[in-house]
């Protein structure tokens, strides 16, 4: 049976090796009005969060086998009581003035490596640039904002990101990565300085292969590197 006052909302971002991207699903009401989201839906009773954000995110958009990061609850009793939502609302939930609380989870992955598509309620589900993102349903921008200030502060201190860069990487590559996230412009010098200072690399006796201009050096994940701490 569904909870009808607890849901679980999803915030995927996904890096294609330039840019960061976040998923979002068209959603029509009666009216045929399109208004976007995150995916995200009502919990089921006898399932966990994290079941139900596993479950939701294949049910709306096929995405299967993600790891999500739980990110926050969003609990403002009109969260769910803005005009622009009624329709939607009265269309499909059996009991659209209940008041829903929600659980946020964020996951971070390859675009290249998943294939999503639309279901259930979600009419189209598409990437989206995430320094162009539009007005969402509900509360979904600040859930989106939300999950993007705790993606940033986990890659400051090394806990996630560098999953996204392959095994052998240039240090090009991985400052693309961080600009991507971060949103904004890094200096070469300073960066390179920085990293190879602290030891976020490693250097291999190896350069890039099959490329026009000159090979440069690659490195990998250093995983002996600690956590920093706040």
């Known amino acids: 049976m569904v909870n009808p006052n607890v849901s679980v909302d999803c915030v995927v971002f996904g890096f294609d090796g330039d840019g960061l991207n976040v998923l979002l699903i068209e959603q029509k009401d009666v009216g045929q009005r399109i208004r976007l989201a995150l995916p995200g839906d009502?919990?089921?009773d006898e399932e966990s969060l994290?079941?139900?954000?596993q479950r939701v995110l294949?049910?709306?958009?096929?995405?299967?086998?993600?790891?999500?990061?739980q990110c926050g609850a969003f609990g403002d009793p009109n969260r769910v009581r803005?005009?622009?939502?009624?329709?939607?609302?009265q269309s499909y939930r059996e009991n659209p003035q209940a008041r829903v609380?929600?659980?946020?989870?964020?996951?971070?992955?390859?675009?290249?490596?998943?294939?999503?598509?639309?279901?259930?309620?979600?009419?189209?589900?598409?990437?989206?640039?995430?320094?162009?993102?539009?007005?969402?349903?509900?509360?979904?921008?600040?859930i989106f904002s939300q999950a993007l200030r705790i993606l940033?502060?986990?890659?400051?201190?090394?806990?996630?990101?560098?999953?996204l860069l392959p095994e052998k990487f240039t240090l090009s590559q991985l400052q693309t990565l961080h600009e991507a996230i971060f949103g904004e412009m890094l200096d070469k010098r300073n960066f390179r300085k920085k990293i190879i200072k602290e030891m976020w690399v490693l250097p291999l006796e190896e350069k890039q292969k099959g490329v026009v201009h000159k090979p440069a050096r690659l490195y990998e994940i250093n995983a002996n590197t600690p956590v920093l701490e706040e």
């Not at 294949?58 to 990061?69: A, D, F, M």
């Not at 803005?82 to 609302?89: C, E, G, I, T, Y």
């Open 42 to 44: 009502l919990v089921l």
């Open 82 to 89: 803005d005009v622009k939502d009624l329709a939607w609302l």
């Open 50 to 53: 994290h079941e139900a954000a």
């Open 58 to 69: 294949w049910e709306l958009t096929g995405l299967e086998g993600v790891y999500l990061h």
């Open 152 to 163: 940033r502060k986990e890659m400051r201190h090394r806990q996630v990101g560098h999953e």
């Open 101 to 142: 609380i929600t659980v946020a989870y964020f996951a971070l992955l390859k675009s290249e490596d998943f294939n999503p598509h639309a279901s259930s309620f979600a009419e189209r589900v598409f990437w989206h640039p995430v320094y162009q993102v539009p007005e969402l349903a509900f509360d979904h921008n600040a």
